[in-house]
């Protein structure tokens, strides 16, 4: 730093000096300047929606909204649509379901979708309902992944959990009075909402499947729109 003493000229020449020089402090004046530490990193606010729920059968943990983008959040939206309320529309190129409701509004949720080759659309109904389901993956699911046989329908599936895959509620999908092995259920995994991961079901975060659960009544039509990019893989 330029000492106080020093004329115009000198400051000049002085200045041109330290540009040069890479900011060179001068024994006289040292520079008391201290670097602050970066602020501390703030955690999200998690909204009342996706606080733990501690009174469930198995306790609920709150969801790391870190993980979950903002844009798949619950919430209500303008939904103009010619199907009636209480339908069930998933979106699956957008990874949103929406519940209709009267008035064009309906209830958005981010959803995870069936990944490439799995992948499923038509139309069909919710035929029934069921909290802290049990989970027993289809023959054809444990002929690809032998590490299932434990929970196969032949040995009575896996029981209700937190690691059950069916997460804290399961919604069955049915087609003309037959079970398409399909399901609107569970899933602590916040990091799975948005994205295509699982063998054909679409999963919500567990606080959203039970807000579904409740709201969503046995027999609801349920339209699932296919994703134009996996057109060739899909059936009905």
Not at 122 to 141: E, H, L
Not at 202 to 217: G, M, P
Request: aromatic share 8%; glycine share 10%; charged share 20%.
């Amino acid at each position: 730093m330029i000492g106080r003493s020093m004329g115009r000229r000198a400051f000049v020449v002085g200045a041109g000096a330290l540009a040069l020089s890479g900011c060179v402090s001068t024994p006289e004046e040292p520079s008391l300047t201290v670097a602050e530490p970066p602020p501390p990193s703030s955690k999200p606010t998690v909204p009342p929606m996706y606080y733990e729920m501690p009174n469930e059968r198995f306790p609920i943990a709150e969801v790391d909204i870190a993980k979950l983008d903002q844009r798949f959040w619950r919430t209500e939206v303008d939904y103009p649509t010619q199907e009636k309320p209480g339908t069930l529309i998933v979106d699956t190129p957008a990874k949103y379901l929406y519940h209709v409701k009267a008035n064009g509004r309906a209830t958005r949720y981010g959803i995870g979708v069936g990944r490439d080759g799995f992948a499923w659309a038509g139309q069909a109904i919710v035929a029934y309902k069921r909290q802290w389901p049990r989970w027993t993956p289809p023959d054809s699911m444990v002929a690809r992944q032998p590490e299932l046989e434990p929970y196969s329908i032949e040995n009575g599936g896996m029981g209700p959990g937190l690691k059950n895959p069916l997460g804290a509620r399961a919604l069955y999908i049915h087609e003309n009075g037959v079970d398409t092995l399909y399901r609107l259920h569970g899933t602590p995994q916040a990091s799975s909402i948005g994205k295509a991961v699982s063998s054909g079901c679409i999963r919500l975060i567990n606080q959203d499947v039970i807000h579904l659960y409740n709201e969503v009544r046995d027999g609801s039509r349920i339209v699932v729109v296919p994703d134009p990019a996996m057109k060739h893989l899909l059936v009905g």
